[in-house]
């Protein structure tokens, strides 16, 4: 197959691990005889000292020709001061709204050999398996007005979403949970929001269509809490904009292993943008030290949530899996009695898993 993916390095720490992501790609197009191309382009904080914007039109129209978007990371120090329309984040919000990705996929796992890196218990988080399913162009991060007003003296931001936005949403999470363990939780403030009564409203409109699936209600705040005492119980968790940017950060540390959390914002015809769910991290950026697996593992969301590529996505998980358990870690993850390697060392080590039957296969084909 041949697939076509624009690369978006941005910032920090995103151009390293943009580089062992387009690696693995390259190495999976290897073992299985795909063509991947590639291109890149600025964002964020990149793009505003080259482009005074952080969101150039060639990235925006390089991005929707791209069967597949990968992200590396945007913002920094250097940038804070901007006014709003400036700041690295408006090219990430910018590029998600142009491309129409609604749906932010947050996939959270709890490895065996991390627990003991968990904020939490090992026994509370053992097991934690749970996906959430963030409404990603909506509520108040896009809503009109957003102002100041009176001279300074108040200020409107506004919560708003079609139903139809809604329904889009809630059907994918209830997909979403049909290969998975069949479960749903929305999570809103129908005790309080308008929104968030439609919202619920919708959901039970819905769950007709989907008798596989269970679904629970649950407000944000009870959910927020069952996140830390047992988030074991979740499956997929869907939600709108802002709860579902606050909550996937809540849900991120319970693993204790940020550097290991991919990302993928899709829409309904499986075009997407993939990104590690960790930052920029200026702090540790050009040190090779930061850990490419958040990356890596986006890298497999894309494999098959754009391309359809199944087994191509579960070679790459199960790389990143061997790797780990043989006890090769980058500083981020202070394994107990690991080997710390670099973040290079780190995607050639997954690199040789996923090329490592290659011959096998090949000899195999010669004798069939
Ligand atoms: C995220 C980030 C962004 C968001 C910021 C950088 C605008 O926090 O992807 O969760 O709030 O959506
Ligand atoms: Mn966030």
Not at 153 to 178: C, G, H, P
Not at 237 to 246: L, P, Q, R, S
Request: glycine share 8%; with cysteine; hydrophobic share 40%.
């Amino acid at each position: 197959m041949k697939k076509h993916i624009v690369l978006l390095p941005g910032d920090g720490i995103g151009p390293e691990v943009t580089k062992a992501a387009k690696q693995v790609l390259e190495a999976v197009a290897g073992r299985y005889q795909h063509t991947f191309t590639f291109e890149s382009h600025d964002i964020g904080g990149a793009a505003i000292d080259q482009h005074e914007t952080p969101l150039p039109e060639d990235t925006v129209e390089a991005c929707k020709k791209a069967d597949g978007v990968f992200l590396g990371a945007v913002g920094g120090p250097k940038w804070d001061q901007l006014p709003g329309h400036m700041r690295p984040e408006k090219g990430l919000l910018g590029i998600r709204k142009q491309l129409g990705l609604f749906a932010n996929l947050r996939p959270v796992q709890a490895f065996q050999q991390l627990l003991h890196a968990s904020p939490l218990k090992e026994e509370v988080v053992a097991g934690s398996d749970l996906l959430i399913v963030r409404e990603l162009t909506g509520g108040l991060y896009f809503g009109e007005p957003r102002e100041r007003r009176d001279n300074g003296q108040s200020v409107v931001d506004t919560l708003s979403y079609k139903r139809s936005e809604i329904e889009r949403i809630v059907e994918k999470a209830f997909e979403s949970a049909q290969v998975r363990r069949k479960h749903v939780t929305s999570v809103d403030k129908a005790n309080v929001l308008e929104s968030s009564r439609m919202w619920r409203e919708v959901v039970e409109e819905k769950k007709a269509d989907y008798p596989d699936v269970e679904v629970e209600h649950m407000l944000v705040d009870a959910a927020a809490m069952r996140l830390v005492t047992n988030p074991s119980s979740f499956d997929v968790i869907v939600t709108e904009n802002m709860f579902g940017d606050i909550l996937s950060d809540e849900a991120s540390v319970l693993t204790g292993s940020l550097g290991m959390l991919p990302s993928a914002s899709v829409r309904q015809d499986g075009v997407g943008l993939y990104e590690p769910v960790h930052g920029s991290a200026p702090d540790i950026a050009g040190e090779n030290k930061a850990n490419p697996l958040a990356s890596i593992l986006s890298v497999a969301m894309m494999l098959k949530h754009s391309f359809g590529m199944h087994e191509e996505a579960e070679t790459v998980e199960a790389a990143v899996h061997e790797v780990l358990h043989s006890g090769f870690h980058t500083a981020d993850l202070q394994l107990k009695d690991g080997v710390e390697v670099s973040g290079s060392q780190m995607a050639s080590k997954v690199i040789e898993q996923i090329s490592a039957n290659d011959t096998t296969e090949n000899i195999m084909r010669c004798y069939v």
